[in-house]
């Protein structure tokens, strides 16, 4: 499996061609813009797009996907029919799909938008905007915040640390950065109790 990963500018969003070398097949996951530069690297490596991922219908996210259509035949994976009308392949809950040759588990995630999934390709999730490095996805209230975080402590989270994480905006992180760094997901808040814990003692410290 290869990543490349390419810029939105216009919404600094993340969209990622996840290509199969051996069989020559590719996914993209998020074509929030599609620009030259993304359709020459699929007609430079010959890559058959058979694929195209939806973490959720935002604009920056989808916006480059009539373009996409024009040139090449895909699936389309999202939510809801919203993204791409009938020709939808419609995702829900929790389950797996095939494309490029790769078995890809899908995750309902929703907090951040109600559509929100995540995908899972080898040891890599793809996260949308529901968990960026460092942060959570924003919301638009309190129930979707705990809603949002349940959902990852329980779907994401609890895979292994070694995972990578690439995120819908912003650089990769991975699960075990995420546990300890996270101040939306409260881990920090347990490793700075337990520090404090071994820093004053019960007992007094005598020489």
Do not use: W
């Amino acid at each position: 499996m290869k990543i490349y990963f390419h810029l939105n500018l216009e919404g600094f969003s993340n969209c990622y061609i996840v290509a199969n070398p051996e069989k020559k097949e590719a996914i993209i996951i998020d074509p929030g813009k599609i620009t030259n530069q993304i359709i020459h690297h699929i007609e430079d490596e010959k890559y058959d797009l058979c694929a195209v991922l939806v973490t959720h219908n935002h604009g920056s996210h989808t916006r480059g996907l009539p373009t996409l259509r024009k040139i090449y035949n895909p699936k389309i994976y999202a939510a809801d029919y919203e993204t791409a009308g009938a020709e939808t392949n419609v995702l829900k809950g929790n389950g797996i799909i095939k494309a490029a040759g790769f078995t890809i588990g899908y995750m309902s995630v929703p907090g951040h938008s109600p559509d929100s999934i995540c995908y899972k390709i080898g040891k890599v999730i793809f996260t949308g905007d529901t968990l960026s490095a460092g942060k959570i996805g924003d919301t638009n209230n309190t129930y979707a915040r705990s809603m949002l975080i349940s959902n990852l402590q329980s779907k994401i989270l609890s895979q292994q640390d070694d995972i990578t994480l690439m995120p819908g905006h912003g650089p990769p992180s991975s699960i075990a950065a995420e546990k300890e760094f996270n101040l939306d997901l409260g881990y920090p808040i347990l490793r700075e109790t337990a520090v404090k814990s071994l820093r004053f003692p019960d007992r007094p410290i005598t020489d």
